[in-house]
């Protein structure tokens, strides 16, 4: 399979990650909350809801994001953290369960990378 059927493939498909699952399931906004949301986490930078919210205008109102959020709690794919730094903010972190199941996506990912 070539990494076009691959891609192809994997949005297709029902994926029996749950976590990916429910962000895909959302369109755009719900993959890119996921992909921002891990890419933070791994980048060690601080996400606040309303940045979320900011990165995702041209794809989902501030209500429908918010409401997406809350659904990523209730869930368990995403956590609220206190912000050490100041105690005001409320910051966005993948769970356990969205990690793991990144890194087994991540790793099927890679290895369907053929050069062309």
């Given at each position: 399979?070539?990494?076009?059927?691959?891609?192809i493939n994997?949005?297709?498909?029902?994926?029996?990650l749950?976590?990916i699952?429910?962000?895909?399931s959302?369109?755009?906004?719900?993959?890119?909350?996921?992909?921002?949301?891990?890419?933070?986490?791994?980048?060690?930078?601080?996400?606040?809801?309303e940045?979320?919210?900011?990165?995702l205008?041209?794809?989902?109102?501030?209500?429908t994001?918010?409401?997406?959020?809350?659904?990523?709690?209730?869930?368990?794919?995403?956590?609220?953290?206190?912000?050490?730094?100041?105690?005001?903010?409320?910051?966005l972190?993948?769970?356990k369960?969205?990690?793991v199941?990144f890194?087994?996506?991540?790793?099927?990912?890679?290895?369907?990378?053929?050069?062309?």
């Amino acid at each position: 399979m070539n990494f076009a059927e691959f891609l192809i493939n994997d949005f297709k498909g029902d994926s029996k990650l749950k976590s990916i699952k429910f962000f895909r399931s959302n369109g755009a906004y719900g993959y890119i909350t996921w992909l921002t949301v891990i890419s933070s986490y791994l980048n060690k930078t601080e996400l606040t809801s309303e940045k979320l919210v900011i990165t995702l205008e041209p794809y989902a109102s501030r209500r429908t994001v918010l409401d997406f959020l809350n659904k990523s709690f209730k869930n368990g794919f995403l956590e609220k953290k206190n912000s050490s730094n100041d105690k005001r903010k409320t910051l966005l972190e993948p769970s356990k369960i969205t990690l793991v199941e990144f890194n087994e996506w991540s790793l099927e990912f890679i290895s369907n990378l053929r050069p062309l």
